[in-house]
């Protein structure tokens, strides 16, 4: 059953982009992992793309990644004035080689504000960055937010196998908080692949937020915000398995003296610091979140253009039969907040 429609003024923090093609690498060797693009068959009348990584499809994906007047003229139905952008995650390539990751992501970078610059103000971009090497991150991340106008950035759940919580990963979180961008941790590569047993697809609808709850999972056992206490960081899928996971890490916390003392403050505490996209496609797990996490911190989150996406973010808030504040902070009024002055949003 379609929800009712709504053509409030809310913001996406969760929408991706895709470019048309991409550039030749210019190493003497195509590292594996490589993206590209040809040609597919229109559809519904759009154009369509095949989306190559390493030689090998990955995904077909349509115009909606990259026309910004497309992208604009869906948004109204969906009850969105503004959505934040940011690369299909599988395109941050922390499993190349440093100077053709640096290639390549300076190239989304520029794709990225040049959809924004396109769109006049109603899309903002969150940058990637080459997280394989901390040092060469913080420097992209610096001419992202300073030279192209990003207001954020996107980082995967895991860099190579290591959790966002990591202590290696923490001298970047620092730059993020010194230059206030925020963060929008999504799922990449996730663990427990082995486990599926299915089509390729359970990828996206059961790994991903796996992964990027343990990812939030260790933003909390790692210390991360008690080392950096301004810094505003949000993960994708409605923060994934953590909801389930938390009450056990609460218990945890109180029976293992491990744990206390490694964490000084109540993991649910910290957990209600971070910020949760509302992506989840049901009613009742967002009536979860809302008791877990609290509704200060709640972003709406689409996944367009993908198939997999929510259709009516505004709509699936506003049946929840809040109050009007409340319903205005999940909308819009967390989003702005969660991007702070860089976002350009009052």
Same mark, same amino acid.
């Given at each position: 059953m379609s929800l009712m429609r709504c053509t409030c003024g809310g913001i996406d923090v969760h929408a991706h982009v895709v470019p048309a093609h991409f550039p030749a690498c210019l190493n003497a060797v195509v590292p594996p992992g490589w993206p590209s693009t040809t040609d597919a068959p229109p559809q519904g009348g759009l154009c369509h793309r095949h989306v190559l990584v390493g030689g090998q499809h990955y995904r077909t994906v349509n115009e909606r990644c990259w026309s910004a007047p497309r992208r604009l003229a869906e948004l109204p139905a969906m009850g969105l004035a503004h959505q934040v952008v940011s690369p299909m995650p599988e395109l941050l390539s922390y499993w190349l080689p440093l100077a053709p990751a640096r290639q390549l992501i300076r190239y989304l970078n520029d794709t990225t504000a040049g959809l924004c610059a396109e769109s006049g103000g109603v899309l903002k971009g969150l940058a990637a960055v080459p997280l394989q090497d901390v040092d060469a991150a913080i420097d992209e991340l610096r001419h992202a937010i300073d030279h192209l106008g990003l207001v954020g950035v996107e980082v995967g759940s895991n860099v190579n196998g290591v959790p966002v919580g990591h202590p290696s990963l923490r001298p970047f979180f620092e730059a993020c908080e010194a230059m206030d961008v925020p963060v929008f941790v999504h799922a990449l590569k996730p663990a427990g692949m082995d486990?599926?047993?299915? @089509? =390729? *697809?359970l990828q996206q609808v059961l790994a991903y937020p796996?992964?990027?709850?343990?990812? =939030? =999972?260790?933003?909390?056992t790692g210390g991360l915000l008690q =080392?950096? *206490?301004?810094?505003r960081i949000a993960f994708s899928h409605g923060g994934g398995t953590l909801a389930s996971l938390l @009450?056990?890490? /609460? /218990?945890?916390?109180?029976?293992? @003296?491990a744990l206390r003392d490694q964490l000084p403050e109540a993991p649910r505490d910290t957990a209600r610091s971070l910020f949760y996209d509302t992506l989840v496609f049901d009613q009742p797990t967002l009536d979860h979140l809302l008791a877990t996490f609290g509704d200060s911190q709640l972003l709406l989150g689409t996944d367009y253009p993908f198939n997999f996406q929510e259709a009516e973010p505004v709509a699936r808030v506003q049946a929840l039969g809040l109050s009007a504040s409340r319903t205005e902070a999940l909308v819009a009024g967390n989003a702005r907040r969660f991007l702070g002055p860089r976002g350009g949003l009052g």
């Open positions: 486990r599926l047993v299915g @089509p =390729a *697809p796996t992964d990027v709850g343990l990812a =939030a =999972a260790s933003v909390i =080392a950096c *206490p301004r810094l @009450p056990r890490l /609460q /218990q945890g916390w109180h029976t293992f @003296p």
